[in-house]
C-alpha cells in the first residue's frame, strides 16, 4: 500500500495569510505513460462530506477559488492557501489514486489564529 | 449536476451484513468509477472499493473480502453490501463519484450516512 503522510497534522494561521500543507507519498504516483501524477486534495468541513480541491497534483476543480494551488511531484506535494478566509477553516487530506488500494493522508487541521 | 444520496439502515447488529444504497442522479451509472469511502467518527477517510463501468470491482483488501459492490442500472443505483460486521464497522459511510476530467477522483460525493454496528 501506498503510506500518504500529510505535515502538519494541525496549523493556524491569520486570517489573509498563507497556509502551506505538505504531503509525501511512501512511492512515487507518477504514471509515465501521461506524465501525471495521480494526487489529489481534498477539503472537509465540520459536518460535511469532503470536496476536491485539486486534481493531478496541480489541476483545480471547477470553481475552486483560485487562492487554492497544489504543487509537487514525484512523493512530495503541497497543498497552498494563499490568503487564509474564514471559510476555509477546515480538514485537508490528500489522497493517491495511483493504485489500489487507494489511500488518504491522515487530515490536516486548519485553524485561525 | 450529479447528486448521489446514501440510503439504508442506521444501526446494524454485529456480525450482520450492513446494506446500503446510493442513488445517482444527473450522471449515467455505466460510466467513471463508483466509490465507498467511510469515516469513522472523528478519524480519517478510508477507501472501501469501486465499481467501474457497471462491472469491474476492486476493493480495499483490509476489509478481508467482507465487502461486495454492485449496479443496479435499471435504477441508477449502486450499493455496498459489508459482511460479519463489528463496532470497528462504525462510520460514516459516503458514496461518490468520479467524472471526465478524472475518472479516479471523487468528484460528487453524497451527504454521507451514520452506520452504527450495536448490539
Known amino acids: 500500500d501506498i503510506v500518504m503522510t500529510q505535515s502538519p497534522d494541525s496549523l493556524a494561521v491569520s486570517l489573509g495569510e498563507r497556509a502551506t500543507i505538505n504531503c509525501r507519498s511512501s512511492?512515487?504516483?507518477?504514471?509515465?505513460?501521461?506524465?501525471?501524477?495521480?494526487l489529489a486534495w481534498y477539503q472537509q468541513i465540520p459536518g460535511q462530506p469532503p470536496k476536491l480541491l485539486i486534481y493531478?497534483?496541480?489541476t483545480r476543480e471547477s470553481g475552486v477559488p483560485d487562492r487554492f494551488s497544489g504543487s509537487g511531484s514525484g512523493t512530495d506535494f503541497t497543498l497552498t492557501i494563499s490568503s487564509l478566509q474564514a471559510e476555509d477553516v477546515a480538514v485537508y487530506y490528500c489522497?493517491?489514486?495511483?493504485?489500489?488500494?487507494?489511500?488518504f493522508g491522515q487530515g490536516t487541521k486548519v485553524e485561525i489564529k | 449536476q450529479v447528486q448521489l444520496q446514501e440510503s439504508g439502515p442506521g444501526l446494524v447488529k454485529p456480525s450482520e451484513t450492513l446494506s446500503l444504497t446510493c442513488t445517482v442522479s444527473?450522471?449515467?451509472?455505466?460510466?467513471?468509477?463508483w466509490t465507498w469511502i467511510r469515516q469513522p467518527p472523528g478519524k480519517g477517510l478510508e477507501w472501501i472499493g469501486y465499481?467501474?463501468?457497471?462491472?469491474?470491482?476492486n476493493y480495499n483488501p483490509s476489509l478481508k473480502s467482507r465487502a461486495t459492490i454492485s449496479v443496479d442500472t435499471s435504477e441508477n443505483q449502486f450499493s455496498l453490501k459489508l459482511s460479519s460486521v463489528t463496532a470497528a464497522d462504525t462510520a460514516v459511510y459516503y458514496c461518490?463519484?468520479?467524472?471526465?476530467?478524472?475518472?479516479?477522483?471523487?468528484?460528487?460525493w453524497g451527504q454521507g450516512t451514520l452506520v452504527t454496528v450495536s448490539s
Open positions: 489522497h493517491q489514486y495511483y493504485s489500489t488500494p487507494w489511500t
Open positions: 444527473g450522471g449515467s451509472i455505466n460510466t467513471y468509477h
Open positions: 493531478w497534483a496541480s
Open positions: 512511492q512515487s504516483v507518477l504514471q509515465s505513460s501521461n506524465n501525471r501524477h495521480y
Open positions: 465499481i467501474y463501468n457497471g462491472v469491474i470491482t
Open positions: 461518490a463519484g468520479g467524472s471526465g476530467a478524472c475518472y479516479e477522483c471523487f468528484h460528487h
